[in-house]
Structure formats: structure tokens, C-alpha cells
């Protein structure tokens, strides 16, 4: 193995995510390819070195409240997308999702039930990446948005 890879791995181990979490990040490189990996990578980089001009230590605590802004914007986005423009409940934008990913082959989270929406993307966002949720949040609204069936007929 490549001296990158094992440190990569050793990185991951320190980290303590589950198996199931590890195998689900590693379909998630082969179906992104390893040019989009790289370059989210390149971009949670940018918004570190952005964060830390700003004052922030680079700890643990830091790190995660970084996460959860990250998958917060993420959230803003899709419920400004989908609930807001698009007026779907937050149930249906959660299905509207899971379809569409269903239909590429990649397994999202089950149903919303009782979470929140922003967990459940965030749940969506350790599988996918966060740029491909919004490009499907963006078709999607498109579709509702732009649907020609109305009530009211042109004469």
C-alpha cells in the first residue's frame, strides 16, 4: 500500500467511525470517482483555512462545530430549495430525495419519521456528497416549480 493511503486509514481509525460508516464513505469515493473526492476535499480545505483566519483552534470541538455548520448550510440550501420554493413538506422533499438517489442506485437514509430534516441530510451527507444533494434538491424544485399544470387555463 501507498504511504498516503495508510496514513489516510490511520487518520480514519483515530477518528472512531463505525464499520458500517467507513463502508458507506468508501462507496460514496467509488461512485463519486476520485477527482470529486479530491476536490471536496480541496473545498473543506478552503472553509478550514477560512475558519482558522478567523480565529478558530484547530481541536476537536472546533472541528465538529465546522461539521455541523457545513451540514447546517447544507440544510439552509435544500429547505430553501425544496420547502420554501418548491412548497413541498419536508416529508415529501425527504422522498422526493430518496427517489431520486434510488433511481441512481445509491441507497439513502430510510423514511424521515420522527428526525429532524436537517439530521436526516446530514444521515444523506455521509453518504453522498453534499454538492450532489444540491444538484438533485435543484432538479427537483426545477421540476416542481416549472410544472405546467395549474388550475388555471390560458385562453
Known amino acids: ?7 489516510i486509514c490511520f487518520l480514519l481509525a483515530a477518528a ?12 460514496a469515493v467509488v461512485s463519486a470517482g476520485s477527482a470529486k473526492f479530491v476536490d ?11 475558519e482558522k483566519s478567523r480565529g478558530l483552534k484547530g481541536d476537536v470541538a472546533n472541528t465538529e462545530r465546522l461539521s455541523r455548520r457545513l451540514d447546517d448550510s447544507l440544510a439552509e440550501r ?3 430549495l425544496l420547502i420554501f420554493e418548491a412548497r413541498m413538506t419536508k416529508l415529501e422533499a425527504s422522498e422526493a ?3 431520486e438517489f434510488m433511481k441512481r442506485g ?21 453518504v453522498v456528497p453534499q454538492s450532489e444533494i444540491l444538484h438533485l434538491s435543484t ?3 426545477n421540476q416542481f416549480v416549472h410544472q405546467s399544470d395549474t388550475d ?3 385562453k
Open 1 to 7: 500500500m501507498s504511504e498516503s493511503y495508510t496514513r
Open 16 to 27: 472512531g467511525y463505525r464499520e458500517s460508516e467507513l463502508s458507506q464513505f468508501a462507496r
Open 40 to 50: 471536496d476535499v480541496a473545498e473543506m480545505q478552503k472553509v478550514i483555512q477560512q
Open 78 to 80: 435544500v429547505t430553501q
Open 97 to 99: 430525495l430518496r427517489f
Open 106 to 126: 445509491i441507497k439513502a437514509p430510510p423514511s424521515l419519521g420522527k428526525r429532524s430534516f436537517s439530521d436526516w441530510l446530514s444521515q444523506l451527507a455521509r
Open 139 to 141: 432538479r427537483i424544485r
Open 152 to 154: 388555471w387555463s390560458l
